[in-house]
């Protein structure tokens, strides 16, 4: 089964980093998406650039609204993700608590819902 992890912490914590820290951080990370690709957990997985650059888009009565920023206001923002593939649940949560970033955030970790075929 698919599971979305998904990286929450404030990007305050990775801002106050020096560069040997933030290199460090990345290549832990980097090191563990290799490490799911040789178990075959990894289907797909991505950083996200800064909040500071993200637009919410968003459509009621045919009028379109852009504002700019994340969609809530939070201590912790979406840094990024991990598609993964994992047997259940409980492998998937332990998958997510070997993420290099959990230790500055959170992961969320939700099963992906398979839509039926038209």
């Not at 799911?36 to 990894?42: E, F, K, Q, V």
Request: aromatic share 8%; glycine share 6%.
């Amino acid at each position: 089964m698919k599971y979305l992890c998904l990286i929450y912490y404030p990007e305050s914590a990775v801002d106050a980093m020096s560069d040997e820290q933030w290199l460090a951080l990345v290549d832990r990370c980097l090191s563990f998406g290799e490490s799911l690709r040789g178990s075959g957990h990894m289907l797909d997985g991505a950083p996200l650039q800064s909040v500071r650059s993200a637009r919410t888009v968003s459509v009621r009565d045919g009028a379109v609204s852009v504002v700019d920023g994340p969609f809530a206001e939070t201590r912790e923002q979406l840094a990024g993700f991990y598609m993964i593939e994992a047997a259940d649940m409980d492998e998937a949560t332990a998958i997510a608590a070997r993420v290099p970033p959990a230790y500055l955030g959170r992961v969320e970790v939700r099963p992906v819902r398979e839509l039926p075929n038209r």
